[in-house]
């Protein structure tokens, strides 16, 4: 039985698309994979709803900015440094991938120490702080974008990988049939699907409330709203709002004609898999560090969608993009073309495979 450690957490951008990877490894058989994540927040329920073992430990926040807080924290990030290495001493995994967040840093740095061998993937175009920490560690560096080998420099050319984002098996076999069963809408009629975040976006939920009456004129419009949110807006013929998808969000997806959301990782490949042509409102300012909007600007300049910057955001820009792909079949079909390209490259079974043939002895390897 071969051991490989998995990594990474905090939000469901940094678990997810791990899990894409971790699920066709199981499928092998003659293999166990562990989780190492945070001892708090959602990392250990949707690691284990996916049927793996997790150890949590503790983790603190990595931040670019002054605050009090970085004191304690960097006392938490030393206790996960430890309690990450009693585990990994423990149950001796062949290999350790990280699929960033700051919860990975520890593990990295404790597989690093134990001379585990490390693998880590970014989502983005430019790589967050865990992921530059871990570089430093890492046998090979998995990226969804080309663009990014820019962000890390010449001494890391030869470890990159392009993979694209490691999306989970169910989009791939997502049913449409079954997305308009689940939300009671007929064949024929028009469905835009707007997703804010896994917490939903308060942005992008008022702008919804501001052109819902424009909106329905093309579409019923289901709204995921967030699990947390207090909304009024009432549901109607022409209007679907939810709190939270799981496991019928990818057939959900595959029913919609058009996605409106943030342009986070996970989003983004999700709707690429599936061929979705999309209308991006990045999340930008003080509060992040443009990732999103790089994301965005990558899938406009392909063809695969339509970002809606801050500069240029409005209910009336909004109304406008959508309802210009609402009238033209032709450009739909190419936002969608363009979007099928960039998903169809599986990068969980790229990295899975890839995963499997390290964790092998070197005896039993076969070139790749």
Request: proline share 5%; hydrophobic share 40%.
């Amino acid at each position: 039985m071969v051991h490989i450690a998995f990594t990474g957490g905090g939000t469901g951008g940094h678990i997810y698309p791990g899990l894409a990877a971790a699920s066709y490894i199981q499928k092998q058989g003659n293999y166990r994979i562990f989780w190492i994540g945070s001892n708090k927040g959602m990392d250990r329920s949707i690691v284990e709803g996916a049927g793996l073992e997790f150890f949590g430990i503790p983790s603190g926040k990595l931040r670019r900015y002054f605050s009090l807080q970085n004191c304690s924290d960097a006392f938490k990030a030393g206790a996960g440094f430890f309690a990450a290495r009693k585990i990994l001493q423990r149950e001796k995994p062949a290999l350790l991938f990280s699929k960033g967040g700051f919860v990975s840093v520890p593990p990295c740095t404790a597989a690093a120490s134990l001379g585990i061998p490390v693998f880590t993937h970014e989502s983005d175009v430019s790589p967050g702080l865990a992921t530059k920490i871990n570089l430093r560690f890492a046998r090979k560096i998995f990226t969804a974008y080309e663009e990014t080998a820019g962000f890390l420099g010449e001494s890391y050319t030869n470890k990159i990988i392009v993979s694209g984002n490691p999306v989970r098996p169910e989009f791939r076999s997502a049913d449409p049939a079954k997305g308009r069963a689940f939300l009671g809408i007929k064949d024929g009629e028009r469905i835009l699907l707007v997703l804010g975040a896994s917490q939903g976006a308060r942005q992008i939920n008022e702008l919804v409330r501001e052109t819902l009456n424009e909106l329905t004129k093309y579409y019923t419009v289901v709204h995921q709203v967030g699990p947390h949110t207090e909304w009024d807006v009432k549901a109607g013929e022409k209007y679907r709002p939810y709190p939270f998808f799981k496991e019928e969000m990818p057939h959900v997806l595959a029913a919609a004609e058009l996605v409106l959301g943030r342009s986070g990782a996970g989003t983004l490949w999700e709707c690429a898999v599936l061929g979705r042509p999309m209308v991006l409102i990045p999340l930008s300012g003080s509060g992040t560090r443009g990732d999103q909007v790089e994301n965005a600007r990558f899938f406009e300049n392909a063809g695969a969608a339509v970002s809606l910057t801050a500069d240029i955001l409005s209910p009336g820009s909004l109304i406008g993009t959508i309802v210009s792909i609402a009238l033209d079949p032709a450009k739909r079909n190419r936002l969608a073309a363009a979007s099928a390209r960039l998903g169809a490259t599986d990068g969980a079974k790229l990295i899975a495979d890839t995963l499997m043939h390290e964790a092998m002895p070197d005896h039993h390897r076969k070139p790749v």
